[in-house]
C-alpha cells in the first residue's frame, strides 16, 4: 500500500530509523527520508520529485537540471541501500515497513505481520567478531589469537545470510572493556562474537561466546580444547566448528563449512604474513611477501597464501613501490592460482577484478570479477569498496558506485581507508562538501593516516579554498613517504595563489628528482598541468600510460584534468583505455 498505514505508526517507525546506527552519520539522508515520508503523509505525492528534492532537501538552486546533476538519483539509491541494510540488521519487530521502490520518490509504508522472521528463511542477521583475547600464548604471540579472529572473519562472511563486521573495524575493540550495546551501535550489528584463546605447552583452548547485543544476553557458548603438537594445526578445525554452530544459532539451518587438512608450518608462515601486510608500510609488506613465498615453498595447495602474495603486489604496484608492470603481471599470476586451488574464495576474484580495471583497462571484465566474488561473499568488504573506487567511479557510474561505498562502509564503519574513499568518489563528483566530511572523518578515525590530507587539499583547491589546502598540503608534506603527487598538488595550489616562484622551484626540484631517481611520469605530469604547460603534461601522460600508470585510472573524472578535455591527444588517452565517452561532473 501507499500511505493507508496509520500515520502514528509511519512516524514512530521512521523515529526509529532516523535514529539507529545504521542512519547516525548520514544527515542528507535522513534529511531525504523524513522529507518523502512527511510529504506522503500529507498527501503531498505530486511534488515528491526529482526537481523539488534537489532544491528542498539537496540544497540545489531553482535552475537543477537532473540531466546534468544526478544527486537526487544518487542520493535514493543511497537511501534504498542504507534501508536495506537497516531493516537487515535491526531484529525488534515493528508494524510498519518504510519502503524506497527502485525508480520512484514516492515511499510506500508496508504493514507487517507478526515478529521476527523466522529460522531458517532469507532474513540477514549482523554480527561482529571482536579480537579474542590472547592468554598465555607462547612465541607468536597476537599472531596466532589474531590468526583464529580473523579465520572466523573470513569463514562467517561466506555464509549466505550472515552480514560480518570488516577486519578493520573489528579490530578497534582489541582489549575492549566498554559496553556491548555500544559497540554494536557503532558496528550496526546485532550479535557479538567473544572470546579467548589459550595455550599451555600442546594443548590449545578456544572459548567463544554469542551475545545478543539489544539484550546482553548470552546465546550461545562453548570451549574447544586439543591435545594437538602443534595448537595451528587445528585452528581451522576449531573455526569450523564454531562457524558450523553460530550458523546453526543465528540461522537455524545446518552448515556446510568443513574444516580442511592444514600443515601447521605452512599456516603459521600465513599468518605472519598477514600479520605484515596489515601494517601497510613498505617495509612490512616486504616481510609479508617473505612469509607468504614461505607458506607456499611448505605448501604450493595453499591457496591463501597466494592471495596474500596477490594483494600485497597489488598494494606496492598502487602506492609506486613497484614497477606497475611487473607487480600486476606477478598479482595475476598469483591470484589465478589461488582460484584455481579454491573457486569458493572471493579474494582471487576481487585481486583479478582490480587488475583488470587498474592495468588492463578491461572495464567490463572487471566489474564482471568484482560481481562474482560478491555472489560469493556479500560480506567483502574489498569487493564493495574496489568496485566502486577502480572500477564504477572512474566509469562515472556514480549511482552504483555510492551505493556500493555504503555496501562497505556498512561492513567496516571504523575504516580511515574506505572513508578516504568514499571522499575521493565525493571529489571526482565535485561534491566538495560531501567529500570534505568523508575525508575528515577518515582523519579523525585515524590521525595519522596520511593519505586523507592529500585529497581534502585536492578537494579544498577545487572548493576555492586555497589558503587550506595549502595547510593541508604543507601537513602532508611534512608526514613520511610524499609521493610526486603531493609535490604536483603543490605545484596547483601556489600557481592559483599567484606564487608563480615557489610553484616553478618545486616543479623543478621533481624534474631533478626525475633525472638522478626514479619520478612517476604522472607525478610529473601533474606538476606541468599545474603550471599550465599543457604539452609537457601531455607528454608525460602519454609515458604514464605507456607504463600502465594505476593513477591513470581516474584520468576521465578527476577535475585536475579539466583544462585537457578537449585536446585530441587527451582524448587518445581516454580511448586507449578505454574511457571514451565517460562524461565527468561539469
Given at each position: 500500500m501507499s500511505v493507508a498505514g496509520p500515520k502514528e505508526q509511519v512516524r514512530d517507525e521512521l523515529g526509529r530509523i532516523l535514529n539507529s546506527a545504521a542512519f547516525a552519520r548520514a544527515e542528507r539522508l535522513r534529511q531525504l527520508l523524513r522529507?518523502?515520508?512527511?510529504?506522503?503523509?500529507?498527501g503531498n505525492q505530486h511534488l515528491i520529485k526529482e526537481w523539488t528534492i534537489a532544491v528542498e532537501v539537496c540544497g540545489r538552486k531553482p535552475s537543477f537540471d537532473p540531466k546534468v546533476d544526478p544527486i537526487v538519483r544518487v542520493d535514493a539509491a543511497r537511501l534504498r541501500a542504507r534501508l536495506r541494510e537497516y531493516y537487515e540488521a535491526e531484529l525488534p519487530p515493528v508494524a510498519i515497513r518504510i519502503d524506497l521502490p527502485k525508480g520512484a520518490y514516492v515511499p510506500v509504508f508496508v504493514p507487517v505481520a507478526g515478529a521476527m522472521p523466522a529460522a531458517g528463511t532469507d532474513r540477514v542477521?549482523?554480527?561482529?567478531?571482536?579480537?579474542?583475547?590472547?592468554?598465555?600464548?607462547?612465541?607468536?604471540?597476537?599472531?596466532?589469537?589474531?590468526?583464529?579472529?580473523?579465520e572466523l572473519i573470513g569463514q562467517l562472511s561466506r555464509v549466505p545470510g550472515l552480514r560480518v563486521t570488516a577486519r578493520t573495524s573489528a579490530f578497534q575493540y582489541r582489549g575492549w572493556s566498554g559496553d556491548l550495546r555500544g559497540i554494536a551501535s557503532t558496528l550496526n550489528v546485532a550479535h557479538i562474537v567473544e572470546g579467548s584463546v589459550r595455550s599451555s605447552g600442546s594443548q590449545l583452548r578456544v572459548t567463544a561466546r554469542l551475545t545478543d547485543a539489544e539484550s546482553c544476553t548470552i546465546r550461545w557458548s562453548e570451549k574447544y580444547e586439543s591435545n594437538s603438537a602443534s595448537a595451528l594445526a587445528i585452528q581451522e578445525d576449531i573455526c569450523a566448528q564454531v562457524v558450523r554452530a553460530l550458523e546453526r544459532e543465528l540461522l537455524g539451518r545446518p552448515s556446510s563449512v568443513a574444516s580442511?587438512?592444514?600443515?601447521?608450518?605452512t599456516h603459521l608462515e600465513y599468518l605472519k604474513g598477514r600479520h605484515f601486510w596489515n601494517r601497510r608500510t613498505p617495509t612490512s609488506l616486504a616481510q609479508s611477501l617473505d612469509h607468504y613465498g614461505r607458506a607456499i615453498d611448505l605448501d604450493p595447495t595453499y591457496a591463501p597464501a597466494y592471495c596474500g602474495v596477490a594483494d600485497t603486489l597489488l598494494v606496492q604496484a598502487t602506492n609506486e613501490q613497484a614497477d606497475a608492470v611487473e607487480a600486476f603481471t606477478r598479482a595475476t599470476r598469483y591470484a589465478t592460482r589461488a582460484l584455481e586451488l579454491r573457486p569458493d574464495l572471493p579474494d582471487p576474484l576481487v585481486s583479478l577484478g582490480a587488475i583488470a580495471s587498474l592495468y588492463e583497462w578491461d572495464w567490463e571484465k572487471g566489474d564482471a570479477l568484482f560481481r562474482r566474488a560478491l555472489v560469493l561473499s556479500r560480506s567483502a568488504p574489498n569487493a564493495h569498496y574496489l568496485h566502486a573506487v577502480v572500477n564504477l567511479a572512474p566509469r562515472a557510474l556514480w549511482e552504483e558506485a555510492l551505493v556500493s561505498m555504503d555496501s562497505a562502509l556498512a561492513l567496516d564503519p571504523l575504516s580511515p581507508v574506505l572513508h578516504r574513499d568514499l571522499g575521493i568518489i565525493q571529489y571526482e563528483r565535485g561534491q566538495w562538501s560531501d567529500a570534505e566530511d568523508a575525508l575528515r572523518a577518515a582523519h579523525h578515525l585515524d590521525p595519522g593516516f596520511h593519505g586523507a590530507w592529500f585529497w581534502l587539499a585536492r578537494t579544498l583547491a577545487e572548493a576555492g579554498?586555497?589558503?587550506e589546502a595549502f595547510d593541508a598540503l604543507q601537513a602532508r608534506l611534512a608526514a613520511p613517504s610524499p609521493n610526486a603527487r603531493v609535490t604536483a598538488a603543490m605545484v596547483d595550489v601556489l600557481t592559483r595563489l599567484g606564487r608563480h616562484a615557489e610553484a616553478q622551484d618545486h616543479c623543478a626540484g621533481l624534474e631533478e628528482r626525475a633525472r638522478h631517481?626514479?619520478?612517476?611520469?604522472?607525478?610529473?605530469?601533474?606538476?606541468?598541468?599545474?603550471?599550465?604547460?599543457?604539452?609537457?603534461a601531455l607528454d608525460l601522460l602519454e609515458l604514464a600510460c605507456r607504463s600502465r600508470a594505476p593513477g591513470l585510472y581516474q584520468l576521465a573524472v578527476d577535475p585536475v584534468y579539466r583544462p585537457l578535455r578537449g585536446d585530441p591527444r587527451f582524448s587518445t588517452l581516454l580511448r586507449t583505455m578505454g574511457l571514451e565517452g565517460v562524461a565527468p561532473p561539469t
Open positions: 522529507y518523502v515520508v512527511e510529504q506522503a503523509l500529507a542477521v549482523s554480527v561482529a567478531v571482536l579480537p579474542l583475547v590472547n592468554i598465555g600464548l607462547d612465541g607468536d604471540h597476537d599472531v596466532v589469537s589474531d590468526g583464529i579472529t580473523e580442511r587438512p592444514i600443515d601447521p608450518r579554498r586555497l589558503d631517481g626514479p619520478v612517476e611520469p604522472l607525478g610529473l605530469a601533474l606538476a606541468h598541468l599545474g603550471l599550465g604547460h599543457h604539452a609537457r
